[in-house]
């Protein structure tokens, strides 16, 4: 099944801002929203913002969730240390009928 | 305390088969969807299944189709994978998570190596 599209790693620097993007079709991000995960190395992953857009309790406000047609962003402001990690994004595929998943992007905060 | 625990991981030859096994607990287990996703060492995530709360729909990866089952017990608070006809590419950490809008919780996971 075709995923969806993150670039491999982003570096920032501390306290500055990290954008990082997903890019679907018409049949997941279009139309079903993104779900977005961060995963330290050695750990489960955890949910960040769900396809709603919204932080599910204890999440952060420095993390926020926007979606434009098929591509969707994670912004993650005044970055600190442990911010850093990978962060995939996920989508219901409805003509697939399945989950894919975005290759994940490395978090770099220098 | 909300809970997902998993087992049954282990080294099989490849060809085997395998189950494997996922505990809830702390929530009210046969009101969520269930998924299984998987990752390769070093690698990132794959979902691999999906079933509904009620048992109404399953659906797989193309990777896994034909090869592995996910099923339920509502009354146990269990989900089930069973893995049969394993191959080197099986190879790695499987997950279960809940899914409300997105995968909401995780256990720590499960490993399983096919190797011969």
């Known amino acids: 099944q075709a995923g969806l599209t993150q670039p491999p790693s982003v570096s920032k620097g501390l306290r500055q801002t990290a954008t990082l993007t997903c890019t679907g079709n018409r049949n997941n991000v279009g139309d079903q929203g993104v779900a977005w995960l961060q995963q330290h190395q050695g750990h489960p992953p955890k949910l960040l913002s769900n396809?709603?857009?919204n932080r599910p309790a204890g999440i952060s406000e420095r993390i926020s969730a926007s979606r434009s047609g098929n591509t969707a962003s994670l912004t993650i402001t005044g970055l600190q240390a442990e911010d850093e990690a990978d962060y995939y994004c996920s989508a219901w595929d409805r003509s697939l009928s399945a989950w894919v998943f975005g290759g994940g992007t490395k978090l770099i905060v220098l | 305390q909300v809970q997902l625990v998993e087992s049954g991981g282990d080294v099989v030859q490849p060809g085997r088969s395998l189950r494997l096994s996922c505990a809830a607990s702390?929530?009210?287990?046969?009101?969520?969807?269930m998924n299984w996703v998987r990752q390769a060492p070093g690698k990132g995530l794959e979902w691999v299944a999906v079933m509904s709360h009620d048992g109404g729909y399953r659906h797989y990866a193309d990777s896994v189709k034909g090869r592995f089952t996910i099923s339920r017990d509502n009354s146990k608070g269990t989900l089930s994978l069973q893995m049969n006809s394993l191959g080197a590419d099986d190879t790695g950490v499987y997950y279960c998570?809940?899914?409300?809008?997105?995968?909401?919780?995780w256990g720590q996971g499960t490993l399983v190596t096919v190797s011969s």
């Open positions: 396809r709603k857009n």
């Open positions: 702390g929530f009210m287990f046969s009101t969520y969807i």
């Open positions: 998570a809940s899914e409300i809008d997105g995968f909401d919780m």
